[in-house]
């Protein structure tokens, strides 16, 4: 495992507590991420993710509990840990009135970037945004300004990249280049990152490890795959195949059957369903039955519909 400053962690976080007057938006969090993964942190709207995402960063100061960046803790050298991360939410960060290559001077400027014309001329041309280098930032669609916006946050080579839903509400192409690219800056880079999405299939293509936050509280974290194998003897997600000609047959008694929770027609062959037992069997139809892993989704919507202990 890559280190640097001789610590295998980027992030360690222990009793994480975040207060807004009497709401408690983090509660009691201990979460640890390992230099050069990609993390996936996955919740319900208003879970604690992106309160999170903004105390690492140092836009929000802890109510209580410690955060450390490479074995430095947040609240003794914030610019320090400034300078080994970038967050990435929305692109309300760009000034709308300077071209693309202005914004990114402007930024290198601040961040007192080393080489930045040329890296300048890199992510410009990486991202696609030759063709709008000269076109003000404001007119450029959604898509390209998260392009933009992300090629901003890299320009400083940060150690930590945060990623707050990048790809919410742009263009399937915009989404799959930023997909691309935040593979390839941690396959090449080494660079340890943090991602939040709703898209949960995008966090399965992406991380490595993955966190559920739910009302401020971390319910689970783990390698994504031990998180697959945990739960794969408790979702019960079928794949049935029969002859097309069984078609009605087959979902007329999928409706009746009460182990059954939902179903998903696939083809006029295929159908996939969730159920309470872990076999399955339709009684006097010839049907072929495999046992699918459950997705993310799968999981995160089981853990979800748990009633509270």
Wanted: hydrophobic letters at 35%; aromatic letters at 6%.
């Amino acid at each position: 495992m890559k280190t640097y400053e001789k610590v295998t962690e980027a992030i360690s976080i222990e009793g994480l507590t975040k207060k807004f007057g009497k709401t408690v938006a983090v509660d009691n969090v201990d979460l640890k991420i390992n230099t050069g993964e990609i993390f996936g942190l996955i919740g319900p709207n208003g879970a604690g993710k992106s309160t999170i995402m903004k105390t690492i960063s140092t836009l929000l100061s802890p109510t209580s509990g410690k955060v450390e960046v490479f074995g430095v803790e947040l609240s003794r050298n914030k610019q320090h840990v400034r300078n080994m991360i970038s967050l990435v939410s929305d692109y309300s960060v760009l000034e709308n009135d300077l071209t693309p290559v202005e914004n990114l001077k402007l930024f290198a400027i601040a961040a007192k970037v080393e080489n930045a014309e040329t890296k300048i001329k890199t992510f410009i041309k990486d991202f696609g945004l030759d063709k709008y280098k000269n076109k003000l930032t404001k007119n450029l669609s959604s898509g390209n300004k998260q392009k933009l916006n992300i090629a901003r946050a890299l320009l400083k080579s940060p150690k930590i990249l945060l990623l707050d839903e990048p790809t919410n509400a742009i263009d399937v192409e915009s989404s799959r280049f930023i997909r691309r690219y935040i593979l390839n800056e941690n396959i090449t880079n080494g660079t340890t990152i943090v991602i939040t999405s709703h898209y949960l299939w995008e966090v399965e293509q992406l991380a490595n490890s993955v966190g559920l936050i739910v009302d401020g509280k971390l319910v689970i974290k783990d390698n994504i795959e031990n998180v697959y194998k945990r739960f794969d003897s408790i979702i019960n997600i079928y794949e049935l195949t029969f002859n097309e000609e069984q078609h009605d047959k087959v979902m007329n008694s999928l409706k009746t059957n009460k182990d059954v929770i939902a179903i998903k027609p696939v083809s006029k062959e295929k159908v996939i369903i969730d159920s309470k037992n872990s076999t399955f069997t339709l009684n006097g139809i010839d049907v072929s039955v495999r046992k699918l892993r459950p997705t993310l989704e799968d999981i995160y919507s089981y853990i979800l519909t748990q009633p509270e202990k």
